[in-house]
């Protein structure tokens, strides 16, 4: 079994910075991609970055430029550098471990920025 746990999340103001965390842990592959999904009320659950785990990365083409994915192999951490906040950047932040074909989520975080 695989546990996933976000921190970070809260309040900021546009234009501000926010960090958030995930640790993971249980039954970790070698090979597998950790990465940060978001949900605003009524819509879907999108991508926002990735990062496998050789270190490639990827990123939605909203987010390109201000957010930062990066990883601690040592500590099974994920972590999301959110710059430049929007107000429509608000949502519940999950990260998510892909290994095997099989995706185990994180509870989520919320992160809301105000106008």
């Known amino acids: 079994q695989v546990q996933l746990v976000e921190s970070g999340g809260g309040l900021v103001q546009a234009g501000g910075s926010l960090g958030l965390s995930c640790a993971a842990s249980?039954?970790?592959?070698?090979?597998?991609?950790l990465g940060w999904y978001r949900q605003a009320p009524g819509k879907q659950r999108d991508m926002v970055a990735e990062i496998t785990s050789g270190g490639s990365t990827n990123y939605a083409n909203s987010v390109k430029g201000r957010f930062t994915i990066s990883r601690d192999n040592a500590m099974n951490t994920v972590y999301l550098q959110m710059n430049s906040l929007k107000p429509e950047d608000t949502a519940v932040y999950y990260c998510?471990?892909?290994?095997?074909?099989?995706?185990?989520w994180g509870q989520g975080t919320q992160v809301t920025v105000s106008s």
């Open positions: 998510a471990l892909t290994q095997k074909g099989y995706h185990s």
């Open positions: 249980g039954s970790i592959f070698s090979i597998n991609v």
